[in-house]
Structures are given as C-alpha cells and as structure tokens.
C-alpha cells in the first residue's frame, strides 16, 4: 500500500470554511510535502516540512507533523472556489534518501 | 524564469510502439524525476537522474528507461507499449538530489490504442 494516505478522499465545503485534510504514512521520513494538483495550474508545490518540525505556515495554509503518529495535517483556511483541486501529500522515506511516494489524495470541491 | 517544459503534450501511440518524452528542468536545477499518473494508480514514482546518472528508480519494468543530458535536459523512453502505458507522464525537476521542492511540468498525455 502507499507510504502516504490522505483523509479524506473526497471533501466538500462552502467557500469561508477551512478545509483539513490528513496524510498518513508508513515509514520514518526525512520531510513531507503537500502538493495541489487541479487542471489549469497542473501540480504545484504547497509546503514542506522536515521532520524536525511540527507545524508550519504558509499564508492560509497551515501543516502539522507527528512523527509519533507518523501522520500529517493539511489545514486551509477561508476557503476559496479557486482552492479546488486534489491535494496530495508526499514522503520520501528516510532509508531511500532519493525515493518520493505521493499518496492517492484528498479531492477538495469549495462551492461558490 | 522559465518553468519545467515538457513535450509533446499530446500523444497517441498503437500498442508495440516505442515513444520518448522530452523535459527541460528549470534553468540551474539539476534533478530530473518523473512520474506516472493514472487514475486506478494514483502518481507513481518512476526515477530519478542527477548529473546524468539514474539515482533512483521506481518499481517499473524494464521497458522504461531515461537518461539525462549534460544540461539537465531529460527524455524518458516507454518500448513495447502496452494499453496500461496511458497515463499522464509528469516531470519534476528540483535544485538538488533528495526530497527538496520540486517543480513540476505540464506532462505528456499518452494514450495507447
């Protein structure tokens, strides 16, 4: 199975609400990184967080780390339409220094 | 600067074809990874060049290969197509070896027949 697993699949919300989306891994990582993916921008990168860390921001976004839970927290706040996309998260894995492994991803609909 | 460029766009092949995918990392960067996405299989990891050698490679067969040019310019080769090769090919480049931001292209749609 993946090394990264988003929560949840799908996720509907209104425009103004924030959006939490969580990634789930297997192995110990170095960092992990959020990505977005949706059809006009093709995928970009969000945010990355080392291992050493346990949150970070960026503008409306915010990620946690717990490498005790080896899971991850994607945090959006006042949602916009433009905010739809599907959001990866990805990990290398610390004993495959080179390796990347994307999760399925979280597909975030907000609604006008 | 410009971004990662990736070409063709677009292409469709018949299946037992061979086909080669061209990108251009962003200027100075000298990482080239790329990917496969397909629905059923989500984005898959395919390999990795750095300083013209392969670095890291994905659980793909043999059929895909790649290599990198002393620019960091990067082609990756699909032979023996099969109907499962339709995918979306998506190439990354980053400043360095590792798990650092990378900085995807476009891709290359492929669809086999």
């Known amino acids: 199975s993946q090394q990264g697993e988003e929560d949840p699949q799908a996720l509907s919300i209104q425009e103004g609400e924030n959006a939490t989306m969580n990634c789930s891994y297997k192995t110990s990582i170095n960092n992990l990184q959020w990505y977005r993916q949706n059809s006009g921008r093709g995928l970009v990168h969000l945010i990355l967080i080392r291992s050493n860390e346990r949150e970070k921001h960026s503008g409306r976004l915010r990620v946690t780390l717990d490498t005790s839970k080896k899971s991850s927290s994607l945090l959006i706040t006042a949602s916009r339409a433009a905010d739809t996309a599907s959001y990866f998260c990805a990990t290398d894995a610390e004993t495959s220094y080179d390796k990347v492994i994307f999760g399925p991803g979280t597909s975030l609909s907000v609604i006008p | 600067k410009a971004g990662v460029t990736q070409t063709p766009r677009y292409l469709i092949k018949t299946r037992g074809q061979q086909v080669t995918l061209s990108c251009s990392p962003i200027?100075?960067?000298?990482?080239v990874s790329w990917y496969q996405q397909t629905p059923g299989q989500g984005l898959q990891f395919l390999f990795e060049y750095f300083s013209e050698t392969q670095r890291n490679k994905g659980n793909f067969p043999g059929r895909f290969s790649g290599r990198q040019f002393s620019n960091s310019r990067s082609e990756m080769n699909v032979s023996t197509l099969e109907l499962g090769d339709s995918a979306l090919y998506l190439c990354?480049?980053?400043?360095?070896?590792?798990?650092?931001?990378?900085?995807f292209g476009p891709g290359t749609r492929l669809t086999v027949t």
């Open positions: 200027s100075g960067h000298r990482s």
């Open positions: 990354a480049s980053s400043l360095d070896r590792g798990l650092g931001e990378q900085y």
